[in-house]
């Protein structure tokens, strides 16, 4: 199979691949809300994984994070990054968040109840706005923001332990390993994503094709498509108390599991000169420019049909499966057309806003 250059700017294929991760959100989030039980919707959802497409959210930020610095050279200002990072993501997540809470609060509108949300924090309004401590009461997704946001603060300091000794990555890679069998975390997600950065050009060049891994590639991708559906297998066929036990006591839960998955998927992505020609098709490379925004603003859309589910399938005929079909379609089209205007109005106006005052920062401390 062919390889791709060693270097690159950007790796467009990437974005494609979020793009579908984020498809995934939203569909497992349409599908899943009211007919979980479904058997049929079970067994679709094993591969449309809402769940755990988190999970290669969380791999690629760490390699995409990581790579800049470590393969191209660039350097690495704590202080300007921070901000650049912060301009990134906030930005989204304030919008989202406020339509979520003001959907909630509908049938609230009056003077009284905005006076309680600002002054005594009605509802966790102000706690949800800056993220803390995981209240996530009316964008409840907005729970991967702040565990992004926490990864961010983290990264520099992990690119300086690569910098420093790559050996160090791993080192801290077994610590965070040993410490989520104590309290949890899914920051080994970010230090997985670093690893595929670290040995970009090894995994991307030809002495990759002499390994054991790649000889048994396929085998290996079928492990890893298990193991990113573990979660939704588990609700087909339950895997009984052994397995909750062993999750309880190690930590190890699916979130765990799907994380390995993901940087099998990964490393597949940056290695395969096939599966990136499919990536970069332009109607994958478009969903992957507006990706963050259909995170952003899937799930009020989602909340909005099923909490009018009724009066919907009415208007439409009656027929549920009919209805829940179309409804698809116009769920995936308004949030192509608002993830769109998120992007042009949003994301990259805060983005250019980061760069310029990010640009005027005195260094802080460069790596």
């Known amino acids: 199979m062919d390889i791709i250059p060693a270097k690159q700017n950007r790796l467009h294929y990437l974005d494609s691949a979020r793009g579908i991760a984020a498809m995934m959100v939203l569909v497992g989030h349409y599908i899943n809300w009211k007919f979980e039980q479904n058997i049929g919707i079970k067994w679709v959802s094993v591969f449309i994984n809402e769940n755990d497409a988190v999970s290669f959210f969380f791999v690629l930020s760490g390699f995409v994070l990581a790579y800049p610095f470590l393969i191209l050279d660039k350097k690495l200002d704590i202080g300007k990054f921070y901000v650049n990072r912060v301009f990134r993501l906030y930005p989204g997540f304030l919008v989202a968040f406020l339509m979520n809470f003001i959907y909630s609060m509908r049938h609230e509108m009056n003077w009284t109840q905005w006076s309680n949300v600002f002054r005594h924090s009605y509802k966790d309004f102000w706690q949800e706005l800056f993220l803390i401590r995981g209240f996530n009461n009316h964008f409840l997704p907005g729970w991967t923001l702040g565990i992004e946001l926490a990864a961010s603060f983290l990264i520099p300091f992990f690119i300086l332990a690569a910098k420093y000794n ?38 991307s060049g030809p002495q990759f094709k002499t390994t054991t891994l790649y000889r048994y590639r ?3 991708i079928l492990i890893a498509i298990v193991l990113f559906s573990l979660r939704k297998i588990d609700k087909l ?119 310029k005052i990010a640009g005027k920062m005195k260094a802080s401390v460069e790596i």
């Open 237 to 355: 066929s339950p895997f009984g108390p052994f397995f909750k036990t062993f999750s309880d006591y190690t930590r190890m839960d699916f979130f765990f599991y799907s994380g390995i998955a993901s940087f099998i998927f990964l490393i597949a992505c940056i290695r395969f000169a096939s599966i990136q020609r499919i990536l970069e098709h332009r109607i994958l490379l478009f969903y992957g420019k507006i990706s963050y925004g259909i995170y952003l603003v899937h799930w009020v859309l989602v909340r909005f049909i099923y909490e009018y589910w009724d009066r919907l399938n009415a208007l439409l005929g009656g027929h549920e499966k009919r209805t829940f079909i179309i409804l698809l379609f116009a769920l995936i089209a308004v949030a192509t057309v608002l993830a769109t205007m998120v992007y042009h109005w949003v994301e990259m106006p805060f983005m250019r806003w980061g760069k």
């Open 218 to 220: 396929v085998p290996v």
């Open 166 to 203: 790559k050996k160090l990555v791993y080192w801290l890679l077994a610590a965070v390993f040993l410490g989520n069998l104590v309290i949890g975390s899914l920051m080994i997600h970010f230090l997985l994503g670093m690893v595929v950065a670290i040995n970009f050009k090894y995994l």
